[in-house]
């Protein structure tokens, strides 16, 4: 009992942590692009003008009118209400990282971050978590009893031990729980295959952001000479001649390919594609990306 306590009391001081970071995002999910997909839930008084033939005679502002001596009307604009989705990745090739974090604990801020921030802006937030196997899923909701579920989803769930990626099926199963046109994250190292034709589907009703989260060792492998290395997923192992140049010039390239083709799928999917270094700080990724006003 004390363990469950002492863990509901570590996530909300975290949560109140993080609270505090994610106020400098939630303001951009308002801006650029993103300002078309919302939807109006009232109205709000947004300032006068002068009235022109035709106008709603209801609309009349009197105590301008006669303040001004001509004949004003008040404008009101309609108060807007994003949903905030996400898909996040806990493969076995998300566990693992050569620096301080791995993909799998820089996805889980990121998606921790964006919560809260969608939080902070009143949206509904809901989201799928997938390994080897779909692990949770919620449909979008507003409050903070769902945003806690997520949080404390994305703080409690234990990493998949089972092989491969559903991706796919994750995708799937989003679409079919959005039913308004959303904001969509799929946060993932995008290790697998398949999933294409599901997140073209996805991105002709919603908003998609692809985030691929990325690690040192995707670049630069450590100069250690001919070392084993294991593939989680598939369970393959091969030696790798990690202090060769050719070597590391051919893991370079290999990667700076994929990632390409990866943007490239992206472009013509209508997805918008954004890279996470797990050794960047994703308040100032995620700044930076609405600031550029997608």
Request: hydrophobic share 40%.
């Amino acid at each position: 009992m004390n363990s469950v306590i002492e863990s509901r009391e570590s996530l909300a001081v975290r949560a109140s942590r993080l609270r505090l970071r994610a106020r400098t995002i939630a303001g951009g999910m308002k801006t650029g692009s993103f300002r078309s997909m919302y939807r109006g839930t009232g109205v709000e008084f947004n300032g006068v003008r002068e009235y022109l033939r035709g106008d709603d005679v209801r609309l009349i502002d009197w105590n301008v009118t006669a303040r001004m001596g001509k004949t004003y009307i008040k404008l009101f604009e309609e108060e807007k209400e994003l949903i905030v989705f996400f898909v996040v990745d806990r493969s076995l090739s998300m566990q693992h990282g050569a620096g301080s974090r791995s993909r799998l604990e820089t996805a889980t801020e990121t998606a921790a971050l964006l919560t809260l921030a969608a939080s902070l802006n009143n949206s509904p937030v809901g989201a799928v978590m997938f390994g080897g196997t779909v692990e949770f899923s919620c449909a979008p909701e507003a409050g903070r009893d769902c945003e806690m579920l997520i949080l404390s989803q994305l703080d409690s769930l234990p990493k998949s031990k089972v092989k491969g990626s559903v991706l796919s099926n994750a995708l799937h199963g989003s679409h079919r729980l959005l039913r308004s046109r959303a904001l969509v994250f799929v946060i993932s190292d995008f290790r697998t295959t398949g999933y294409e034709k599901e997140l073209a589907r996805l991105a002709l009703k919603h908003d998609v952001i692809a985030v691929r989260c990325t690690d040192t060792c995707d670049t630069e492998l450590p100069e250690a000479g001919s070392i084993p290395f294991f593939d989680a997923e598939t369970g393959i192992k091969r030696v790798l001649p990690t202090s060769h140049p050719g070597f590391r010039k051919a893991w370079r390239d290999d990667n700076k390919l994929r990632v390409k083709r990866w943007q490239n799928m992206c472009a013509r999917r209508g997805v918008i594609p954004l890279v996470m270094p797990t050794d960047a700080d994703p308040v100032v990724v995620l700044s930076q990306f609405f600031k550029q006003g997608h």
